[in-house]
C-alpha cells in the first residue's frame, strides 16, 4: 500500500467521513494469475512474474486499496505446510494441503513450526525480501503480516468435517490442538514484523469461524483470536470471515480487529447493527455472481442498491463479500469503481 492508501484508511477506522467513498478489496491466487494472463503456477514460483501481476493490478486500479497488498501467498497450503502437510500444486488450479492427523490422538506427536525455516514460510519471507526494493520503487510498503486463522489451519491438519466433529465430540485434544496453532501464528506474525519493520496491520482470514454457534465460538475461537490479536502492537486488525458473521460479529471489537470483510448474505447494514459500528467494515457485493459473473451495469447497479441501504457510511470501505474471484474483468473492477464515485453523502 502507498503511504496515501494506507493513511485513508487509518482515516476510516477512526471514524472520518471521506468523498469518494473509500474502495479496497483483498487480490491474491485465484484472481491475479487469470486476469494477468499467467498460470497459477508460473504466479506462484517465478517472483518477477508475481511481482509484474501485483503492479500491474495496482497501476491498473491506482484509486482503490488493494489489500494487503503484494501478498506473498501459496493459496491455503503456506500454514498447513509448516506442520508437514503435503502439498499438490496445478498449473491453473489453485494447490491443497492434506491432512496430516487421521485420529486425535496423533494431535500430541505435533510440535509448534519454526517459522522462519519450516514448509513454506520461509519462501514468503524471501519472496518479500527479495523484492522488497523494487516494491518500495512503486511506491508501495509492505504493511501486513499475514496468516490463516486457528480453525481454518486446523481444519486443514484434520479435514473440515473431521476438525468440526472431534471439536463436538472430542473438545480436549482439540484445545491441545488450537493451542499449538496458536503458538504458531503468534511466531509467524512476529517472524514477518521482525523481518518488515513497515508492517503496521495483522490480518487474519479463518471462515471456519462462521460454522460454529454461540457457545462454540466462545470456547474454541475467542479466546485464541483475542490472544492473536493482541501479540503485535498494530494500527489495523484486520479479519476475513466470508462465512457467516453472525456469530463472530458481535465480538470483534472485543477481540481487538476494528476491520472485518464478511460474506455477501450479510447486509452492511446488518454487520454495522451487529458490531455496534465499533468495527469498520470491508464490503459487500456478491463476489461471484455479480462481480466475476455479472455485467457491467449490474455491477454497477449493485453498488448503488447497496448504498441505499445504508443511512451511516462512516466506517465503510466498499468492496465485495470476501476477496476478489476467479474471472472479475478489469471492465467489472472498473464499472464498480466508477460507481463508488458517482454515490454522493
Known amino acids: 500500500m502507498t503511504h496515501e492508501q494506507w493513511q485513508l484508511l487509518v482515516d476510516v477506522l477512526a471514524g472520518k467521513e471521506k468523498t469518494p467513498l473509500a474502495t479496497g478489496f483483498i487480490i491474491d491466487s485465484p484472481w491475479l494469475p487469470g486476469w494477468f494472463g499467467v498460470s497459477t503456477l508460473d504466479y506462484f514460483t517465478s517472483d518477477a512474474v508475481w511481482l509484474e501481476a501485483n503492479r500491474r493490478a495496482m497501476e491498473t486500479f491506482p484509486e482503490t486499496m488493494f489489500l494487503p497488498g503484494f501478498w506473498a501467498e501459496y493459496g491455503m497450503c503456506t500454514e498447513p505446510s509448516a506442520f508437514g502437510a503435503k502439498c499438490t500444486f496445478h498449473r491453473n488450479k489453485l494447490p491443497f494441503a492434506d491432512k496430516i492427523i487421521h485420529q486425535t490422538k496423533e494431535i500430541d506427536r505435533l510440535k509448534v513450526p519454526k517459522p522462519e525455516k519450516d514448509g513454506l514460510n520461509p519462501f514468503v519471507l524471501n519472496r518479500l525480501a527479495l523484492n522488497r526494493k523494487e516494491i518500495e520503487k512503486l511506491g508501495h510498503q509492505i504493511r501486513f503480516a499475514v496468516s ?5 489451519i486446523a481444519s486443514f491438519l484434520m479435514g473440515t468435517t473431521e476438525f468440526l ?3 463436538a465430540l472430542e473438545p480436549e485434544p482439540v484445545h491441545r490442538l488450537l493451542r499449538i496453532i496458536t503458538d504458531y501464528i503468534i511466531r509467524w506474525l512476529g517472524v514477518q514484523k521482525k523481518y518488515f519493520d513497515t508492517i503496521d496491520g495483522v490480518l487474519i482470514l479463518d471462515d471456519i469461524v462462521g460454522f460454529l454457534g454461540k457457545a462454540d465460538f466462545e470456547t474454541f475461537a ?3 483470536l483475542k490472544e ?3 501479540c503485535l502492537n498494530v494500527t489495523v486488525r484486520f479479519f476475513h470471515n466470508d462465512a457467516d458473521g453472525r456469530v463472530c460479529a458481535p465480538y470483534l471489537a472485543e477481540l481487538g480487529v476494528n476491520l472485518f470483510n464478511f460474506s455477501f448474505q450479510h447486509s452492511l447494514a446488518e454487520m454495522k447493527d451487529w458490531t455496534g ?4 467494515l470491508l464490503g459487500n457485493i456478491p463476489p461471484r455472481d455479480v462481480l466475476a459473473q455479472g455485467r457491467p451495469e449490474q455491477v454497477r447497479r449493485c453498488v448503488h442498491e447497496t448504498l441505499k441501504m445504508l443511512s451511516d457510511r462512516r466506517r465503510v470501505i466498499l468492496s465485495c ?5 476467479d474471472g472479475v474483468s478489469t471492465e467489472n473492477l472498473r464499472a464498480f469503481l466508477d460507481a463508488c464515485k458517482e454515490a454522493v453523502l
Open 148 to 152: 490463516r486463522g486457528p480453525l481454518n
Open 165 to 167: 466433529t472431534a471439536l
Open 222 to 224: 475467542q479466546p485464541y
Open 228 to 230: 492473536i490479536y493482541g
Open 277 to 280: 459500528g465499533q468495527v469498520t
Open 321 to 325: 463479500g470476501g476477496g476478489v474471484p
